[in-house]
């Protein structure tokens, strides 16, 4: 099991970046795909990005390919979401997840959930 929380976010406005963290308690992290999803208000929870255990594999949903990218660093137990060029329709709580599939976007496959941290993205 994997404990996830994740920090970053925050008001800024549209053009703008912001980077996300999410830290995994457990020893076992490096054994995990993770992923990022996000929620808006009145929406469902989409997927955002995925990256695999290594690293070396990764998957976007369409909308933020070329403007997001995913990474992690197995030695700190974290998994960063990098977010430039950000736009109103960026808003949303967004949230970790881990999953034993490899960077799968389907949310059913993530057992494991953080809490979210809220991203606004002001025109």
């Known amino acids: 099991q994997v404990q996830l929380v994740e920090s970053g976010g925050g008001l800024v406005q549209a053009g703008a970046s912001l980077r996300l963290s999410c830290a995994a308690s457990?020893?076992?992290?490096?054994?995990?795909?993770m992923g990022w999803f996000r929620q808006a208000p009145g929406k469902e929870r989409e997927f955002v990005a995925a990256?695999?255990?290594?690293?070396?594999?990764?998957n976007y949903a369409d909308s933020v390919k070329g403007r997001f990218a995913i990474s992690r660093d197995n030695a700190k137990n974290t998994v960063y979401l990098q977010m430039n060029s950000l736009k109103p329709e960026d808003t949303a709580v967004y949230y970790c997840?881990?999953?034993?599939?490899?960077?799968?976007?389907?949310?059913?496959?993530?057992?494991?959930w953080g809490q979210g941290t809220q991203v606004t993205v002001s025109s």
């Open positions: 997840a881990a999953s034993y599939r490899v960077v799968t976007p389907t949310i059913n496959q993530y057992p494991y």
């Open positions: 457990g020893r076992t992290f490096s054994s995990y795909s």
């Open positions: 990256v695999s255990w290594s690293g070396g594999g990764t």
